[in-house]
């Protein structure tokens, strides 16, 4: 005798709304029935359909006192345990509807039906299932009540994660691919090879029903700093052994780089890499999560909620902590049993590694609303993104006798246009008034200080010298900087100045990679409640070989009256805008019809760009990704090329570009493809 089960794998995936992921094994989400089919090969025995027992097991030693193994009979659905019932029987094959609770532990399952035979049961083992969480369960803890918001936080592949600065936001398009092929088996092994499940794997398979302890072991596991993850952060050059950051356009080619080399950790990301690839992985497993990101991002080291950052008199930077041009997270939705009613909803996770969590560098999930409402109490981590959304920041210049003097207090700057992609479009969506009050405002303050972090702050009195930067605020690559500032002299009495330039290309981080210009002017004269301007170029030649894939050039000048000794500082933040790549596509996109695009690049640079490549990827059009190696760009020459393809999946599809030579890097293009099967 022997027992077979059909699982109605295509029927049920697409009723789970899987079926994107593969219709080849059954993928389901838990709270929400789902049918096999058991048929019996034999001529002598029926099924006894109320005597058979199921059992569903997970993890490596499946235990009833743990609730890793589950026995259950057929009778009725009970949404509370699990249970089965009886849809038809003809004594040989029997149907049945199998159903999940909405707090089942998620994962790999083995469902097998013990059948009696005289005084002892046979088992037969009828195969394996997936089960995950269910954001259209109303029950289960990841509900989320909009279709619209459903389809966009755990159904979409697409997104835009955003970068560059405040004045000058970029939209980074981004494949999460979250239904790829191997993604879910992925995921299972991220949660597989977490320092918890190493540790003791019954216990965290206990844990496994939880959103909020699931969603913490991938932050833990996307970084690599102290596990096993999934990738390496790198944050300057050199960047041999690996991939720059700013190459990957999507998470499926990383998770599977890490999956198919044993689990040795990718090389590199950066912030909004780990965050990107965080997204794909809770929308596989059906948490709802959405990438955000926080331009002027501060970095409290020591939460505070106080930024010093110092300056010599020579207009350099030389010290203190770092405010981000922007920092990318990401959210994730749930509910919060574990903390007191209200701080359900959205919730922030990190898997940037920089300051440890309960010993392990992870970060969340933290309430977006207790990080508005200053509740620094709540878990997990809200301090820390508090702080990364309200410091304050102080500037203080250095003198060389070692003495400093407090220049400008900053209580605006920091957490600005926090955005994500709009539900439904490929608009950009502020967010910044759900982490917190308008800046300024009396409940801002309020806030600020209930958060009990707060230092007294004085700010500095109207000074009798001021020094301001005019320019603009963005050049596009290949442009001079033009720039004046303007010394106001607020006395009766006229001052002769020392003023001092200083110019640095930073990092996205914050931090100096390079001093492009020192301007000394030995002296200005500035008549009695006046304003004098001294005006200045950079010339993009002297800041071009070194910008790479640097967008931000830091200017500060510093003016000191040589009778006083008073001195008086101003900050400009110059962003650098890149050429894009223009793809286009050659005829009708058909699927599996080979396809041809042009891609062409204009070198705006007066010099020739050499080691030049174009990285091509497109997930349902190009297998992995393409290299096309150009030798060399001459000066203000348009280089085009066509490519050849075949899409092989249906629908609105993505081609990708990205340049890279030996003066600048992430240059992307991209065009939207609607791939139709006629």
Request: proline share 4%; with cysteine; aromatic share 8%.
């Given at each position: 005798m022997s027992l077979t089960a059909d699982f109605h794998c295509g029927k049920n995936n697409q009723e789970h709304r899987t079926d994107g992921i593969t219709s080849k094994k059954l993928i389901v989400r838990r709270g929400q029935p789902f049918q096999i089919a058991l048929q019996l090969h034999s001529n002598e025995h029926m099924i006894d359909h109320n005597n058979i027992v199921f059992?569903?097991?997970?993890?490596?030693?499946?235990?009833?006192?743990?609730?890793?193994?589950?026995?259950?009979?057929?009778?009725?659905?009970?949404?509370?345990?699990?249970?089965?019932?009886?849809?038809?029987?003809?004594?040989?094959?029997?149907?049945?509807?199998?159903?999940?609770?909405?707090?089942?532990?998620?994962?790999?399952?083995?469902?097998?039906?013990?059948?009696?035979?005289?005084?002892?049961?046979?088992?037969?083992?009828?195969?394996?299932?997936?089960?995950?969480?269910?954001?259209?369960?109303p029950e289960d803890e990841v509900f989320l009540n909009s279709d619209e918001q459903r389809q966009e936080y755990v159904m979409n592949e697409d997104g835009i994660v955003y970068n560059g600065e405040s004045r000058q936001i970029e939209g980074r398009h981004w494949f999460f691919g979250q239904f790829e092929e191997e993604v879910v088996d992925i995921c299972l092994q991220i949660l597989d090879k977490n320092l918890k499940f190493l540790k003791d794997p019954a216990k965290d398979i206990i844990c496994r029903n939880d959103p909020v302890y699931i969603s913490r072991v991938v932050t833990a596991m996307v970084n690599s700093a102290d596990d096993k993850g999934v990738l390496t952060g790198k944050w300057s050059q050199p960047y041999s052994g690996g991939e720059y950051p700013w190459t990957w356009n999507g998470s499926v080619p990383i998770l599977q780089k890490w999956y198919k080399g044993h689990n040795r950790?990718?090389?590199?990301?950066?912030?909004?890499?780990?965050?990107?690839?965080?997204?794909?992985?809770?929308?596989?497993?059906?948490?709802?999560?959405?990438?955000?990101?926080?331009?002027?991002?501060?970095?409290?080291?020591?939460?505070?909620?106080?930024?010093?950052?110092?300056?010599?008199?020579?207009?350099?930077?030389?010290?203190?902590?770092?405010?981000?041009?922007?920092?990318?997270?990401?959210?994730?939705?749930?509910?919060?049993?574990?903390?007191?009613?209200?701080?359900?909803?959205?919730?922030?996770?990190?898997?940037?590694?920089?300051?440890?969590?309960?010993?392990?560098?992870?970060?969340?999930?933290?309430?977006?609303?207790?990080?508005?409402?200053?509740?620094?109490?709540?878990?997990?981590?809200?301090?820390?993104?508090?702080?990364?959304?309200?410091?304050?920041?102080?500037?203080?210049?250095?003198?060389?006798?070692?003495?400093?003097?407090?220049?400008?207090?900053?209580?605006?700057?920091?957490?600005?246009?926090?955005?994500?992609?709009?539900?439904?479009?490929?608009?950009?969506?502020?967010?910044?008034?759900?982490?917190?009050?308008?800046?300024?405002?009396?409940?801002?303050?309020?806030?600020?200080?209930?958060?009990?972090?707060?230092?007294n702050l004085e700010l500095p009195q109207e000074e009798k010298l001021q020094v301001q930067?005019?320019?603009?605020?963005?050049?596009?690559?290949?442009?001079?900087?033009?720039?004046?500032?303007?010394?106001?002299?607020?006395?009766?009495?006229?001052?002769?100045?020392?003023?001092?330039?200083?110019?640095?290309?930073?990092?996205?981080?914050?931090?100096?990679?390079?001093?492009?210009?020192?301007?000394?002017?030995?002296?200005?004269?500035?008549?009695?409640?006046?304003?004098?301007?001294?005006?200045?170029?950079?010339?993009?030649?002297?800041?071009?070989?070194?910008?790479?894939?640097?967008?931000?050039?830091?200017?500060?000048?510093?003016?000191?009256?040589?009778?006083?000794?008073?001195?008086?500082?101003?900050?400009?933040?110059?962003?650098?805008t890149n050429p894009h790549v223009v793809v286009k596509v050659l005829g009708e996109p058909i699927l599996n019809r080979e396809l041809k695009a042009e891609i062409s690049f204009h070198n705006p640079l007066p010099v020739t760009l050499y080691k030049c490549i174009f990285t091509i990827e497109g997930v349902g059009l190009i297998s992995g990704w393409e290299q096309i190696s150009q030798g060399e760009i001459k000066p203000n020459h348009v280089f085009a090329i066509n490519i050849r393809f075949t899409p092989t999946?249906?629908?609105?599809?993505?081609?990708?570009?990205?340049?890279?030579?030996?003066?600048?890097m992430d240059v992307k293009g991209f065009q939207n493809i609607h791939v139709k099967n006629i």
């Open positions: 059992t569903v097991e997970t993890g490596p030693k499946p235990s009833e006192a743990y609730g890793s193994k589950v026995l259950f009979k057929l009778s009725s659905i009970n949404p509370k345990q699990w249970s089965g019932q009886v849809i038809s029987s003809t004594g040989t094959r029997l149907v049945l509807s199998l159903y999940s609770p909405a707090n089942a532990k998620i994962g790999r399952y083995n469902l097998n039906v013990l059948s009696p035979s005289g005084r002892q049961y046979t088992q037969f083992s009828l195969g394996e299932f997936i089960l995950l969480f269910n954001p259209w369960c950790p990718v090389r590199y990301g950066q912030c909004w890499v780990f965050a990107a690839v965080a997204c794909t992985v809770l929308r596989c497993l059906g948490i709802p999560a959405r990438v955000v990101t926080n331009f002027n991002s501060a970095h409290d080291s020591n939460a505070n909620l106080i930024l010093d950052q110092e300056i010599d008199e020579s207009g350099r930077l030389c010290g203190g902590e770092s405010v981000w041009n922007f920092h990318v997270w990401l959210e994730g939705w749930m509910a919060r049993n574990d903390l007191k009613s209200g701080y359900d909803g959205w919730q922030v996770l990190d898997p940037t590694p920089q300051e440890k969590s309960e010993g392990i560098y992870c970060c969340g999930p933290a309430p977006v609303k207790a990080i508005k409402e200053g509740a620094v109490e709540m878990k997990y981590d809200v301090p820390f993104i508090f702080a990364e959304v309200n410091a304050d920041i102080v500037i203080w210049i250095c003198s060389r006798d070692g003495t400093k003097k407090k220049a400008a207090v900053k209580t605006k700057h920091v957490g600005q246009f926090i955005s994500t992609k709009k539900c439904g479009s490929n608009d950009r969506e502020d967010i910044t008034n759900e982490y917190k009050f308008p800046e300024g405002s009396e409940r801002e303050r309020i806030i600020f200080n209930e958060a009990q972090m707060r230092n930067m005019k320019g603009d605020d963005s050049i596009s690559y290949g442009s001079d900087i033009r720039a004046q500032v303007n010394i106001t002299n607020n006395s009766s009495q006229s001052m002769v100045c020392k003023l001092q330039l200083n110019a640095q290309i930073l990092q996205y981080t914050g931090l100096a990679v390079k001093q492009i210009m020192a301007l000394c002017v030995d002296e200005v004269t500035v008549q009695a409640n006046d304003v004098a301007t001294v005006p200045f170029d950079v010339p993009f030649s002297e800041l071009g070989h070194d910008l790479k894939n640097h967008r931000m050039i830091k200017m500060i000048a510093v003016a000191t009256d040589k009778r006083s000794s008073e001195n008086a500082l101003a900050i400009k933040d110059i962003s650098v999946k249906v629908g609105l599809r993505k081609l990708s570009v990205d340049f890279d030579c030996d003066r600048m």
